[in-house]
């Protein structure tokens, strides 16, 4: 685990587009950050600029005590969940599970105790041997999120996980979130346009506007009516 300090963090796209600018969040250990506000607010941009997967413009993000541009890719512990599962296809969804930590060289039988173990969390165990194609939507995602897990990483970053699925089916994730959330405490930052998402999810909300923090504190500090 690991907290997150973003300081003073900005971006600005080549072309002069300012997609974030000042912005300053703590993020405790363990905490569960909701990154919310409309289309274009810059809450991938932030989200893809933690993952060090988008250069930073101005400011610093640190991850525990590291600097997040100085990271290797290879060294960073973090975890990404996308919206469109991102698990390829040719590969079982063992071996979906077990490919991140093949290429860290984690040894066999630490791999297949970490496989067991998020197949046994996300209740995918059944489908070990499928091909993500034979997954329905919820099975798919729950692959990604296990994808994650096994990575024990010190933080994860979900980029609208459930933004793909039905109405119903989005209510039963939110909840097996939240009770993942409850048994890893894993810190964790989450982007979603779902309101009720972000209420059951938040430890706290950050709302961005153009690019700033508008809004930044607890669904209850939040949405409370004066
Ligand atoms: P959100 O995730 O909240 O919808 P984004 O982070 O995707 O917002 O976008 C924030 C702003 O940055 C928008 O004005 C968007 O058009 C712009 N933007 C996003 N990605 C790029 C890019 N690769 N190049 C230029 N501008 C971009
Ligand atoms: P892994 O293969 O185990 O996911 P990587 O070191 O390749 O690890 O990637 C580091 C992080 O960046 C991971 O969280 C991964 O999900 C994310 N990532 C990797 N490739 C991409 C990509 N093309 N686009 C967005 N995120 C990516």
């Known amino acids: 685990m690991a907290s997150i300090t973003l300081d003073n963090v900005g971006k600005v796209y080549s072309g002069d587009t300012r997609a974030v ?18 289309s274009g607010c810059g809450k991938s941009t932030l989200l893809r600029m933690i993952a060090g997967l988008e250069s930073i413009t101005d400011g610093e993000i640190r991850i525990g005590e590291r600097i997040v541009n100085q990271i290797e890719p ?6 990404m969940v996308f ?5 390829y296809p040719h590969m079982s969804v063992r071996q ?9 060289r984690t040894p066999k039988a630490e791999i297949e105790r970490r496989v067991n173990e998020a197949a046994e969390i996300l209740q995918i165990g059944q489908y070990l041997d499928r091909k993500p194609r034979a997954l329905s939507g919820g099975q ?7 994808r994650a897990i096994v990575r024990e990483p ?5 980029d609208e996980p459930l933004s793909n699925l039905d109405a119903k089916l989005r209510v039963t ?7 993942l959330q409850k048994r890893l405490r894993t ?13 059951t999810l938040a430890d706290r909300l950050v709302v961005l506007n153009g690019g700033r923090v508008e809004q930044i504190g607890t669904p209850l500090e939040l949405y409370r009516r004066p």
Request: net charge negative; glycine share 8%; no cysteine.
């Open 74 to 79: 290879a060294d960073r512990d973090i975890a």
């Open 187 to 199: 810190t964790s930052i989450y982007v979603t346009h779902d309101q009720l998402e972000a209420m």
């Open 140 to 146: 798919r995602q729950r692959v990604a999120m296990g």
């Open 96 to 104: 979906n599970l077990a490919y991140g930590l093949k290429n860290r």
């Open 173 to 179: 994730m939110r909840l097996e979130i939240k009770q």
């Open 21 to 38: 600018g000042d912005v300053n969040i703590e993020i405790a250990d363990g905490e569960f950050i909701v990154l919310v506000g409309p």
């Open 83 to 87: 919206q469109n599962y991102a698990l």
């Open 154 to 158: 010190a933080a994860f970053l979900f």
